[in-house]
């Protein structure tokens, strides 16, 4: 059966349901719990938790290796079946946890994907999305970007901001000329914020009168403020695919000095080239919300604590993925999860600057009415270092599902891997394809399933099997213009790479992918694991419970009927 796009159900209407389901009373920011601060640890599965919580044999002498977050445990409620968005990326991971909606609702697939209706940006983007004509009231569809490429200047840690500090640009780096037009507004930019579909609980918390704060890796991440923008008092945001730098006066939690490059001899074109440097990208982050605990803004300007706060780690994501020719190789040394050396110093790394946290709000006077909420925006697929296998990898061995239906001529060329002045396509350990025409989808399916294990084919979804899960892919009235028209998953460990330094990959549906840490902590929560399925777009919800807000103010619990998570009861629900 085709559904209607949920976002032809006007937006704009609920717009003045939402004004009126908040709670508006005043003193919500004076009940039981006033602060939450949300960590997305990226990449860290629930098995890290357990291991890491618990110890493993051959590891830290069989000894709990994360004791912070083991002492988080003992008040919190973990939940071992917790699911990220599907797909897995960083960007739908991300918007998953603030709006508590699914890509279907929030339209949001992938730092890099596609819309049916939007047009090429002004000028070409640092990754290669190729700038391009707009005419206002004429659709013709674009790959969209939302990363690191809409930076000004990209190589430079502040995003190249006028004026700007040495590791602080924020939304003044974003250039709107590198964004894509909608033809439908006069060939207006949208910009990250307004690339969202559905309100976020920054919107909400802001326009409530609390004060809102968030940190993460990218200027375009500010897509956390939702439509309209100016939701976020503080927003902090180095680039982390930058060139890497000296950090005068940085050092980590785990004690690595940063004012000379700790890892000089590495690939210095990304923090993330390192096991070393991405630690001291990662504490810029921990210093701003040190700073916002105490009472200021993330460059130590004063302000308040924020009602709602946190930031992303990187690291152990790197030390997920991460082959440091001559240096060392990161990942697990086995099924079960046990990290190698590599992997296990950034787990250490995160689990110390999070003690940082705790014991700055306990300083503070701030714990008992602090909720803490440790989660990520997706996995890493796989964990068993077996099963990787790169397609066409160093040694051609296979193809793309992007590749080979480009070569067909049934890919926009905005989308084409074949193309050489555009972006590429939208694979990772997933592939996601939107073609020139619907009409070509039972030819493209053919042709997949024709070379199945030339594209390393788990699953391929497309008609009624796409449309059970998303709108269906098409343009209004009918269709989502950001749906895709296949979804091709791999078999385990199949990613669509090149690349010779790499052991894993995110975007998936795999459950090493999909399920990570969702742990949310308190001291008047009871100690309780639950084994039950819940997702990500959970934690919105209950963050507004805590605070006393109703959950009912965002988009996706009225459109999408998302729950708040199980077994957290620190605030009367609203009725």
Known sequence: MKNNPLFLLSLAAFAAVSVTAQNND??????????????????LHAVDYLNCSHGVAGVNGGASYCPNLAALGTTGVNYTAASTSKPSDSFPGLMNIMTGATPRTMGVYYDVAYDRTLSPPVKTT?????????????????????????DIDQTKLNGGAPGAGLTDGGIASIDPNKLDRDP???????YPWNFVRTNTIFGVIH???GYTAWSDKHPAYSSVAGPGGGTLDDYYAPEINSNVIALPGITTASGI?????PDPNSDLTAWTNSFQNIQCYDTLKVNAILNEIEGKKHDGKRARTPNIFGMNFQAV??????????????????AAGTPTPSLLSEIEFVDDAIGQMVNKIKDRGLYEQTLIIITAKHGQSPIDPNRYSAVPGKNNNG???????????????????????????TEDDVSLLWLNSASNTLPAVQLIESNASTVGLGQIYYGSTLALNYNWPGLPPSGDPRTPDIIVTPNVGVTYTGSSVKLAEHGGFAHDDTNVILLLSNPALEPRTVYTGVGTNQVAPTILQALGLDPRSLDAVRLEGTPVLPWVNLSESHR
């Open 26 to 43: 005043a003193d919500w920011q004076h009940g039981p719990i006033r602060n939450v601060l949300l960590i997305s640890v990226d990449g």
């Open 257 to 261: 000095g940063c004012s000379a490059i």
């Open 184 to 190: 439908s507004k006069g060939c207006a930019q949208v």
């Open 207 to 209: 326009h409530a009168g």
């Open 399 to 425: 193809e793309s599902p992007a590749t080979l239906l480009a070569g067909a001529g049934y890919i926009p060329n905005s989308e084409s891997p074949l193309n050489a002045t555009g972006i590429g396509s």
């Open 317 to 334: 994501s790197v030390g997920q993925k991460l082959i440091e020719k001559g240096v060392a190789t990161g990942g697990y040394m086995d």
């Open 126 to 150: 640092g990754n290669g999305n190729a700038g391009g004509t707009c005419t206002p009231g004429v659709i013709t569809g674009y790959t969209t970007e939302f990363d690191e490429g809409i």
